[in-house]
């Protein structure tokens, strides 16, 4: 998992309630990734920030929002307007091995909507 | 948009067996990388094989790429139970064009189990 902690590990969401995913990296990277990972499926990218300030959308941005004011820190908001917000949610950053970017994952946080 | 898929989707063998599994993919890649996952955790990485690449090798990984088919292949030899996890292709792709950065598009996964 590296320097990339998630936390919580399980979260319990009641409908209509907004819900903040912690993502932390100490690993000096500039960009970080937040995907969703659904039984059975591989994962999707929700949003991406190559750097501190800025964020692009994903493929399925829709009742997400993030915010990337530090380097270290890239926390997610699924809101209200996420449909069916129960998934497993996995961030990552980017690094370098051996020249080529690649991506450090952490531990992930799953959530249930209830 | 899910570019790989990974075949087969489920690959039950004893240990000391090879574990190929296949993975597929429809567009121009810049990179095709390998991730694990043990059952409720992150993804870990296991190697990278560039599109100028034909192959890789890594401990008991070896990695093949064919752009021409559009495939890629990943085998485990002489399997450990240690190795039952999920396994991931992913596709990456230059975000524009002399970018440092490339988004990856992960598939859906081989489930392998090692029976010991």
């Known amino acids: 998992d590296g320097g990339i902690t998630q936390s919580p590990k399980y979260l319990f969401r009641k409908e209509g309630q907004n819900v903040t995913l912690s993502c932390e990296q100490n690993l000096n990277h500039d960009a970080m990734y937040w995907y969703r990972q659904d039984p059975g499926q591989g994962l999707r990218l929700i949003y991406y920030s190559q750097i501190v300030n800025d964020f692009q959308k994903g493929d399925i941005a829709e009742g997400y929002s993030v915010s990337r004011e530090k380097k270290e820190s890239f926390p997610l908001t699924v809101t209200s307007a996420q449909k069916n917000p129960t998934a497993f949610y996995l961030c990552a950053s980017r690094g370098r091995v051996r020249g080529t970017d690649t991506q450090y994952f952490g531990p992930g946080t799953r959530l249930t909507v209830l | 948009s899910q570019q790989g898929e990974e075949d087969p989707q489920a690959l039950s063998i004893q240990e000391g067996e090879n574990a190929t599994m296949n993975c597929s993919y429809k567009t121009s890649i810049n990179n095709l990388q390998w991730y694990r996952q043990n059952s409720g955790r992150g993804l870990v990485h296991l190697i990278l094989i560039r599109s100028n690449e034909r192959e890789k090798h890594s401990g008991r990984l070896r990695v093949t790429l064919d752009t021409s088919k559009k495939s890629s292949s990943l085998l485990i030899t002489a399997s450990r139970a240690a190795d039952t996890a999920s396994y991931f292709c992913?596709?990456?792709?230059?975000?524009?064009?002399?970018?440092?950065?490339?988004?990856?598009?992960f598939g859906k996964g081989t489930k392998l189990s090692v029976i010991p």
């Open positions: 992913a596709t990456g792709v230059r975000l524009y064009s002399g970018a440092g950065s490339y988004q990856l598009t």
